[in-house]
């Protein structure tokens, strides 16, 4: 398998993982537990990389979370924070986003592809600019900075994010569409 190949493998073994917030956080559980937020998949990306043979990096910066579901409009901010990975391939840093799995394209989400060089698109549009380490103090969420932000509802919505993402795969390997993607 040839330099370009073996980075498209990796990024797509990633990008197929299902994203969950309730899944791993990290690397090292990724792939056992089945499922993982973006830290996990970023970090599993740098690993992967480093592996080959790549410098890789983890890039970081403010978004806003979708506006499904609707427990999201209980929340003090929609601010949030997302971490992908960026890897220098032929001499320049190339952002690989592989946050979202391929179901999940069906609600609206972005669903990278990777022709191995270039940047994919990200996960989610940056609300700002990217961080990198050694930039300074890494991005927070308004809401972190809110000390009165109730943290059972942010449960709540997490929960009911994470039970979202499970019924847009169910309507998607079904091919029915999801009562609540519009």
Known sequence: ??????????????????????????????????????LAKSAYLIEG???????????RW???LPNRPAEVRMLPSREDVHSA??????GRWT????THDPPL???GLAVAVWDGITDTVPAYE??????????????VPNADLDETVDADGGGRCQKAFNRWLR???AGAATNAPWHGAG
């Not at 990389?49 to 890039?59: E, M, P, T």
């Open 1 to 38: 398998m040839d330099a370009r190949a073996e980075r498209i493998a990796l990024f797509l073994a990633v990008r197929n993982v299902p994203y969950a917030t309730d899944g791993a956080h990290d690397a090292e559980t990724l792939m056992i537990s089945g499922c993982g937020d973006c």
């Open 49 to 59: 990389f480093r592996a080959l043979g790549y410098q890789a990096r983890k890039v």
């Open 62 to 64: 403010l978004y806003h």
């Open 85 to 90: 990975a960026e890897a220098l391939i032929d």
């Open 95 to 98: 952002l690989v986003d592989a």
């Open 105 to 107: 394209a069906a609600a």
């Open 126 to 139: 940056p609300r700002g600019p990217l961080w990198r380490p050694g930039d300074g103090p890494a991005p």
């Open 167 to 169: 019924e847009v795969r």
